[in-house]
């Protein structure tokens, strides 16, 4: 298994600033995810965050307005930058720990961001 | 492209009663399909999944769900349901190669005592 710590859990932000969400997983994951869910909805994709390299983004998605670090197999950061208010939802992290199909995916209690 | 559709955006049961959430799929190859649970301001919690094997899947906290390739359908059910359970309930399809999950659009769940 692999418990997912996300900081902060939640920030009201001004418009144009940028916040930093960090997640930390307490164990090796093979592949890790941010998502991004409006309360009471689905989770949406942002990216796939790959280690040592640029993580790979979904359709709407770009770098420039949230790029994605990944350092090693348990830490990941999103950046949201130049914040406005149609970036206030809240960003999960996600693991897969497990090998192949027996892995699981495991979620953070998320990132809850208003932007004002 | 895979998909995965819950049909139902409420379900409502009477503590004791069974429940099922409803969950069909779309794939072009072998279906991976799970279950997950989210309590308010919570992550998303595995509940279970289905690769193959059985059709019908036990998980935690007493559900199962039941795979069903004919009717592309993979409904999460539990015997008797706890006001616990109310929760917003996930179903998802995972594409194993790229390792990426597409979910459904959740079902709330409330029981009532």
């Known amino acids: 298994s692999a418990v997912i710590s996300q900081k902060p859990s939640r920030d009201i932000c001004q418009r144009g600033t940028s916040l930093t969400i960090q997640c930390q997983v307490d164990?090796?994951?093979?592949?890790m995810f941010w998502y991004r869910q409006q309360p009471g909805q689905s989770l949406t994709l942002i990216a796939t965050a790959n280690q040592g390299s640029e993580a790979t983004y979904e359709s709407g998605f770009v770098i420039d307005k949230f790029p994605i670090s990944r350092p090693n197999l348990t830490f990941s950061t999103l950046t949201v930058s130049n914040m406005s208010p149609e970036d206030s939802s809240i960003y999960l992290c996600s693991g897969l720990a497990g090998l192949g199909y027996e892995n699981i995916q495991y979620f953070g209690a998320g990132t809850r961001l208003s932007v004002l | 492209a895979q998909s995965v559709a819950q049909p139902e955006d409420q379900v409502n049961v009477a503590e004791g009663n069974p429940l099922t959430v409803k969950c069909t799929y779309s794939?072009?190859?072998?279906?991976?399909l799970f279950w997950y649970v989210q309590y308010p301001n919570r992550g998303l919690q595995f509940l279970l999944k289905?690769?193959?094997?059985?059709?019908l899947v036990k998980g935690s906290y007493g559900f199962e769900a039941e795979f069903n390739k004919s009717q592309t359908s993979f409904h999460l059910k539990k015997p008797s349901a706890l006001v616990s359970d109310s929760a917003l309930y996930f179903c998802a399809v995972r594409d194993m190669g790229a390792g990426k999950s597409t979910f459904g659009d959740g079902t709330t769940l409330t029981v009532k005592p």
């Open positions: 289905y690769i193959t094997g059985d059709n």
């Open positions: 794939v072009s190859g072998n279906p991976y």
């Open positions: 164990s090796q994951v093979t592949m």
